[in-house]
């Protein structure tokens, strides 16, 4: 059988002193932790900006390796690897033109088309992206457009 006793009441022999030390620790803390939450905060957007920066970083490399690749007439490599440079970076319209140079070596014309009019749609003020964008559409045979 359970044996039965009065309990007495949590904090009846604290002092006032270590309740209030003990209230001032707890506020500290709260302010603490929203310091952190601001911390965390900052530290995930600081690696964002970090990632963006290590994404174009790794383009730049992947695009000046498909230019060397070209002009050793490695066709296909070339677009392999700006392909990847795209998939980081698809906002860069000389990639887009660089390989609808290439394709057009190769004499694939509706894809160099494609990307040519990928190029002057992500830089309409890009000469070079409507030259190339011209020359595709000449070598598909449409000289109205």
């Known amino acids: 059988m359970a044996s039965f006793g009065w309990k007495r009441k949590i904090g009846e022999k604290v002092s006032k002193a270590t309740s209030q030390q003990f209230e001032a620790e707890a506020a500290d803390d709260k ?3 929203e310091d952190d939450d601001a911390s965390w905060v ?10 963006l920066e290590d ?3 790794k383009s730049k490399e992947l695009k000046d390796e498909g230019a060397s690749l070209a002009e050793n ?3 296909r490599e070339a677009i392999h690897k700006w392909d990847e440079a795209i998939q980081l970076t698809p906002e860069d319209a000389t990639l887009y033109e660089m390989k609808s140079q290439v394709l057009m070596s190769l004499h694939e014309m509706f894809p160099a088309v494609h990307a040519a009019e990928m190029a002057v749609q992500r830089n309409p003020r890009s000469w ?13 045979g449409e000289i109205a457009l």
């Open 73 to 75: 007439k490695r066709y």
């Open 128 to 140: 070079d992206a409507w030259q190339t964008l011209g020359r595709a559409q000449l070598g598909l």
């Open 42 to 51: 900052h530290a995930t957007k600081r690696r964002k900006e970090i990632l």
């Open 31 to 33: 302010d603490l932790a």
């Open 55 to 57: 994404c174009v970083k």
